[in-house]
């Protein structure tokens, strides 16, 4: 059976880029600019606050796990008042040691292990618009696990330590994903994996991308009328189903442009279109050029 949440981490193409230690004691606070690069990390040991913009503030504590599929800005402070201190992430993600905020003397108060990564995916946006903004979860032992065998083959220079890396950061996103169940979860993917009924059609898609779907199969393949199915999916996914079908046949289509070992005939057929021409028509007013200009582009680099 399809499993459209590790197909989605798949095409989302996870890699490790840094992770460091984090620490703060007595009066702190930093502000972190809009980042837009998926963050993460797991409180070691400690308690402190955070407030992500957009989001109701959290106050963290040993065992939590927290991640940002596209980070915006946020505060991390300790709980004496503080007026915040700028800080630029593009500039702090280059900084290789680990970080002490407030005072510098004693046992810190907090300890986390933090990261990023980037998604090398041309796609990232669209799939990253089906997540969670803020993922925040208590007693995350699996997750800290996941988090200190980041941080530990990051240092090294091992070999296979790249492709280590991207593994462990592809679990670390699925453990992390699937723990947000139901109504805790915003209009998405996630949500809609939620709903059994809803669940089966969104697989069935997945698992047929080829199918010429139309909303009265998949509602079918719901048990529930084409009128209530549409209502449904569109309210709990956040898109109406052709627009979630499309957007997901085209992220699959650049993926295998991107990889160039599938024949555009063949591409095109393996996300539901019966010729080149309307596949290549479909694509252009989707991605705003040809599948062969976008193809060309990759190649040269751009």
Request: with cysteine.
């Amino acid at each position: 059976m399809s499993d459209p949440l590790s197909e989605l981490i798949a095409l989302l193409r996870p890699r490790t880029v840094f992770t460091k230690g984090i620490a703060g004691a007595g009066a702190w606070a930093v502000r972190y600019a809009d980042f837009g690069q998926p963050s993460f990390c797991a409180v070691m040991d400690g308690a402190c606050l955070l407030a992500v913009d957009g989001q109701a503030p959290v106050t963290l504590e040993a065992g939590d796990f927290v991640l940002l599929p596209a980070t915006p800005g946020f505060v991390l402070s300790g709980f004496e008042p503080a007026e915040p201190r700028l800080l630029d992430p593009n500039v702090t993600a280059a900084v290789q040691d680990d970080i002490r905020y407030g005072a510098s003397e004693g046992e810190p108060e907090v300890r986390l292990q933090g990261g990023y990564f980037v998604f090398d995916s041309p796609d990232a946006d669209l799939l990253v618009s089906l997540l969670p903004p803020l993922i925040h979860l208590r007693g995350a032992e699996r997750l800290a696990t996941l988090v200190r065998l980041v941080r530990e083959e990051a240092v090294q220079q091992a070999p296979g330590r790249d492709l280590v890396l991207a593994r462990l950061v592809e679990v670390l996103l699925i453990e992390a994903v699937r723990a947000v169940q139901g109504d805790e979860a915003p209009p998405g993917l996630l949500r809609g994996l939620a709903e059994p009924r809803l669940a089966a059609a969104i697989r069935r898609m997945h698992g047929d991308l080829s199918r010429p779907w139309k909303v009265t199969e998949l509602a079918r393949e719901a048990a529930m009328s084409r009128s209530a199915f549409f209502e449904r999916f569109t309210r709990v996914v956040g898109a109406a189903p052709m627009e979630y079908l499309l957007g997901w046949r085209m992220a699959v289509a650049r993926h295998l442009l991107r990889e160039r070992r599938t024949p555009l005939a063949d591409i095109a057929e393996h996300v539901g279109y019966n010729s080149t021409g309307a596949f290549s028509t479909a694509f252009t007013r989707h991605v705003g050029q040809s599948p062969g200009r976008y193809a060309r582009g990759l190649s040269a680099g751009v």
